[in-house]
Every structure is written in C-alpha cells, then in structure tokens.
C-alpha cells in the first residue's frame, strides 16, 4: 500500500512557448512495480474539468489532440503501480501555445541603395511589440541569402555591428534584412535592403579651366574640370589665396 513517488516533468518546460498545437508532453520514469501514468492538460489550475487527459499510459509521452492558440495551458502527471497506489500529481507546469508570427521590423538604417566606406557597419531596425522577441540580422552577397557573410541571432535591441573579424569587403554589393523573434521561435523576414560597401577613392578631377597660370578680368570666373567615372559623384571646388588652401575666398560642394 505503499504509492510510488510523483513523476518528474521533462517536456515541456515551465513557463515555456512553443508554435506546436499538439505538443509531446515527456515525464521520467518512476521505479516501482508494473507502473502506469495519468496525464490532464487544462486551461485551468484547478483541473477540475481537464480538456484533455489520459489514464493508463505505459510509456513517458503523450501528444493531445490540437490545443488552443493563445490560450496559456497547465499540465501535470501522477503515477499508478500494479496494486492501484497513486502518487500525488507532479507539480503542475505552464505552457503557452504561439503560433502567430510577430509582425517583421521596419528595416531603418542603412538606408536601401546606399554607399558607405565603413566595412563594419551598424544596421538597425525598429521595435517589435510582442512576447519576449529578441532579433536576428543576416547579411549577404545574393539575394537569396545562401552566401551569409554575417549573421547574428537573439539580439536584445534594435541593432547590431558586423564585429571587426567579420569586416565586409569593399567595391562589393551587400544584401541585409532582420527579423523579430518571438518566445515560440515565429519570426517573419523584413524584405532586404541593399548595402554599397565602397572605400576606394574616385580618380582626381583634370582641370579644365582656368588654365594653370592665365589670368581674366573675370571677377566672377567659371571653373571646370574633366568627368570622373564612378558611382554617383559629385564635386568640391575651393578656391583660396594660398597654396595650402587655408585662407578661402570660395568654397562650395556637392557639385
């Protein structure tokens, strides 16, 4: 007459999140004779009424029919040996079902198109509102992100910095995007953006006129210079007093 001891819980565990709506619930094994389980699964701490239960279980698992989503859920197991001695029900335990997808964050810097020298850059992203979300970035040379050169999961804020060992590469076309994360693993993909790293310098200008030396009764002369090819230049004339260029008279950029 003596019962066997409660079954330790195994999966899932307390507190838990998961996608799955028929989740396997796992117990270790109780040394005793010719033991079987009882399993109830319920919306309430009570079990007064369980939704799901089953009695009589030789093995150490038991999957329920679909749960409800949203819907936070208790389960816990008890014992029985060959002359009918019942443990006293295991602890119970919590889990939420999550099958929805936080929705995906709005990519925010680097801007989609754009140049940067920088070979470690910082991408950011916005907030997601939803359970526990954490992020996770991915960068890469296609569009279909099979060549990751960085990719970095559970970030806790809104950015992350390709670290220095994992420095880009310059004149190569970069490929990012970020998702949130929520507690169950659901994440959606925000759609890439696109990345310039360019840290080589464009050729210098040949200048066109004023000739080197001339002189003008111009007060007001008009400077110009050769095309320079690459991507998306523009110009900076200074015009100074002195060779070393500290003493301005004109000075304009953006040209």
Not at 200 to 217: E, F, H, I, V
């Amino acid at each position: 007459n003596t019962a066997p001891s409660a079954p330790t819980l195994d999966n899932a565990a307390d507190g838990s999140y998961t996608p799955d709506d028929t989740p396997t619930f796992t117990w270790n094994a109780v040394t005793d004779n010719t033991v079987t389980y009882d399993i109830e699964v319920d919306d309430d701490t009570s079990f007064t009424s369980a939704l799901r239960s089953q009695t009589g279980i030789s093995g150490l698992s038991y999957t329920p029919s679909k749960l409800i989503e949203t819907t936070v859920w208790y389960w816990r197991v008890k014992a029985k040996d060959a002359a009918n001695n019942y443990s006293s029900w295991a602890t119970y335990r919590t889990l939420y079902i999550d099958n929805t997808a936080p929705s995906a964050p709005t990519l925010d810097n680097a801007a989609d198109g754009s140049y940067t020298t920088d070979t470690t850059p910082t991408f950011s992203w916005s907030a997601v509102t939803d359970n526990s979300v954490t992020y996770s970035l991915q960068v890469a040379t296609d569009t279909g992100f099979a060549s990751l050169v960085h990719s970095v999961t559970g970030v806790t804020g809104t950015s992350a910095t390709v670290a220095a060992e994992n420095k880009l590469i310059g004149a190569t076309t970069y490929y990012w995007k970020a998702r949130a994360v929520d507690a169950a693993s659901n994440g959606t993909w925000a759609t890439y953006r696109t990345l310039y790293i360019d840290n080589t310098n464009p050729a210098t200008p040949t200048l066109d006129n004023a000739a080197d030396g001339s002189y003008t009764p111009d007060t007001t002369p008009t400077f110009s210079w050769l095309t320079v090819t690459d991507n998306s230049v523009t110009y900076e004339l200074q015009v100074a007093t002195d060779t070393g260029f500290a003493s301005l008279v004109h000075s304009v950029t953006g040209v």
